[in-house]
């Protein structure tokens, strides 16, 4: 996990503590406020996570076609290898 990742969970607890003790009457839309800002940070933590996830599937991608092409060189007669090398 990341560092800005980690420091949005610890936000994220703290604002939901914030926002438990203030969950009374007298003090109900600090509570909200508080727990609206939690929400946020969740979208946001979230939203990081679904992108580190998009990036690596992309690396993937990306180091996967790159054996792809070296492989169909070789068998191309442009590298060193062999098609027999292959399977």
Same mark, same amino acid.
């Given at each position: 996990? *990341?560092?800005?990742?980690?420091?949005? &969970?610890q936000e994220i607890s703290e604002?939901?503590? *914030?926002?438990?003790?203030?969950? $009374?009457?007298?003090?109900? $839309?600090?509570?909200?406020?508080? %727990?609206? #800002?939690? #929400?946020a940070k969740e979208r946001e933590?979230? /939203?990081? %996570? &679904?992108? /580190?996830? %998009?990036?690596?599937? $992309?690396? #993937? $991608?990306?180091?996967? /076609?790159?054996? %792809?092409?070296? +492989? &169909?060189?070789?068998?191309? +007669?442009? +590298?060193? +290898?062999?098609? =027999? =090398?292959?399977?």
């Amino acid at each position: 996990m *990341q560092l800005h990742q980690v420091r949005l &969970t610890q936000e994220i607890s703290e604002l939901r503590k *914030q926002a438990e003790a203030l969950n $009374a009457p007298a003090t109900y $839309a600090k509570c909200a406020k508080y %727990q609206r #800002l939690a #929400l946020a940070k969740e979208r946001e933590l979230a /939203s990081l %996570q &679904t992108n /580190s996830k %998009q990036t690596a599937s $992309a690396a #993937l $991608a990306v180091a996967l /076609s790159a054996v %792809q092409v070296r +492989g &169909t060189a070789g068998c191309m +007669g442009w +590298g060193s +290898g062999h098609c =027999s =090398s292959l399977t």
